[in-house]
């Protein structure tokens, strides 16, 4: 199974979001335990460490979360073909669309997000933390 886990999951995790924290580590540990592929996309990276460090207000502990983030979760290439893509899709949200373009180049079986709505009509299934835990 390949999963490409978005932004937002991610960083729920890192910087321990509440409420959502629970639902969103849960469904990481889920995916590593049965042996997931768990892809974020190289464009997402930038992003998440840029967050990371805003809300940790701290750069050495931004790079050493990132550092054992990139141990545990594969960076998939972002192409400029994707990026062509989700340029021309009719996704209301960019990022979600360079997502969903990278998620279907690389065969993934889910895309990981708490915002499934932005994700319609792709050929990957978009799925909550709370509905992966359930599956």
């Given at each position: 199974?390949?999963?490409?886990?978005?932004?937002?999951?991610?960083?729920?995790?890192?910087?321990?979001?509440?409420?959502?924290?629970?639902?969103?580590?849960?469904?990481?540990?889920?995916?590593?335990?049965?042996?997931?592929?768990?892809?974020?996309?190289?464009?997402?990276?930038?992003?998440?460490?840029?967050?990371?460090?805003?809300g940790?207000?701290?750069?050495?502990?931004?790079?050493?979360?990132?550092e054992?983030?990139?141990?545990?979760?594969?960076?998939?290439?972002?192409?400029?073909?994707?990026?062509?893509?989700?340029?021309?899709?009719?996704?209301?949200?960019?990022?979600?669309?360079?997502?969903?373009?990278?998620?279907?180049?690389?065969?993934?079986?889910?895309?990981?997000?708490?915002?499934?709505?932005?994700?319609?009509?792709?050929?990957?299934?978009?799925?909550?933390?709370?509905?992966?835990?359930?599956?």
């Amino acid at each position: 199974m390949t999963i490409m886990i978005d932004t937002n999951v991610i960083l729920d995790v890192l910087m321990e979001r509440e409420p959502f924290f629970t639902d969103s580590y849960g469904a990481l540990k889920k995916a590593f335990e049965e042996e997931a592929v768990c892809l974020v996309s190289a464009t997402a990276v930038t992003d998440i460490f840029y967050l990371l460090q805003k809300g940790l207000k701290n750069k050495a502990k931004a790079l050493e979360q990132m550092e054992r983030l990139l141990q545990i979760i594969s960076v998939s290439d972002t192409l400029a073909i994707d990026i062509q893509i989700a340029l021309s899709s009719a996704a209301a949200d960019f990022e979600d669309a360079v997502v969903a373009t990278v998620a279907e180049r690389n065969n993934a079986d889910y895309i990981l997000t708490r915002d499934t709505k932005h994700y319609k009509g792709i050929s990957v299934e978009a799925i909550t933390p709370k509905l992966f835990l359930s599956k």
